[in-house]
């Protein structure tokens, strides 16, 4: 039994709260557990210098962690570690967006954690593509998108280790602190792979306990993309 009751290849608990802000195109907060952040997508009319004239759209994003989501104070700056975390969240994102479809539009995502727990560059994923769900509806709503076509499947992560020799789902920080090996995962609903981020922290790990780990979190992402379309349904 793992350190908050649940089975091997069990989600936390989940809670996805969508239009959290006011005034952003399309935002979510979502809760995975204790890590809890605030994804945002905003709209802007243009693209970057190198995209100009193609007809092409872009998205970008940005992570954050709040200076008392954790124990102690973190600063504003996301320094290196946030800004590797808010380059993954680009390029997955951009797997969930048809950028031809999107015009010389820019779509800026901002993820910002409020509570960490663990698993905060999944979460920040996972709720990041809600949010730029309900703003590629609100363009197609409004006249400036024909349809939704620009918004392709569900895009969701999640991290997957081993922990006291035992495959886990989702680690909070208690077992990802912990854990022999730590990976996370992004996929889409049908189980394609968009990115693997995995690092052996004690010793090493065999492909046989790699592919085991792919499939555990093959299962997770599926709950995730489900819960991801209740949430904008």
């Not at 962690?65 to 994102?93: A, N, V, Y």
């Not at 015009?103 to 409020?114: H, L, P, Q, S």
Request: with cysteine; glycine share 12%; charged share 25%.
């Amino acid at each position: 039994m793992r350190p908050d009751g649940r089975h091997p290849d069990q989600l936390r608990a989940l809670e996805i709260i969508p239009h959290y802000q006011k005034h952003a195109e399309g935002s979510a907060l979502i809760k995975l557990g204790d890590t809890w952040v605030l994804c945002s997508a905003s709209v802007e009319d243009g693209v970057p210098g190198f995209l100009a004239g193609k007809g092409r759209g872009w998205l970008t994003a940005e992570y954050a962690m709040l200076p008392r989501s954790t124990h102690t104070r973190t600063k504003r700056d996301p320094g290196g570690r946030g800004k590797e975390i808010q380059r993954l969240i680009g390029r997955s994102l951009r797997a969930a967006v048809d950028l031809d479809q999107l015009g010389e539009r820019t779509i800026a995502v901002d993820c910002d954690v409020i509570s960490a727990d663990g698993g905060t560059r999944v979460a920040s994923i996972t709720g990041a593509w809600i949010a730029l769900a309900f703003a590629i509806h609100k363009l197609a709503a409004s006249g400036r998108l024909p349809d939704t076509r620009a918004l392709r499947p569900p895009v969701a992560a999640v991290s997957v280790g081993i922990v006291g020799g035992e495959l886990v789902l989702d680690l909070a920080y208690a077992e990802d602190s912990a854990a022999g090996v730590d990976m996370n995962v992004v996929g889409s609903e049908d189980g394609s792979l968009i990115e693997v981020q995995g690092t052996a922290e004690h010793g090493a790990f065999d492909r046989k306990q790699l592919d085991a780990m792919l499939d555990l979190a093959a299962g997770g992402i599926r709950q995730l993309a489900a819960a991801q379309r209740r949430a904008i349904a």
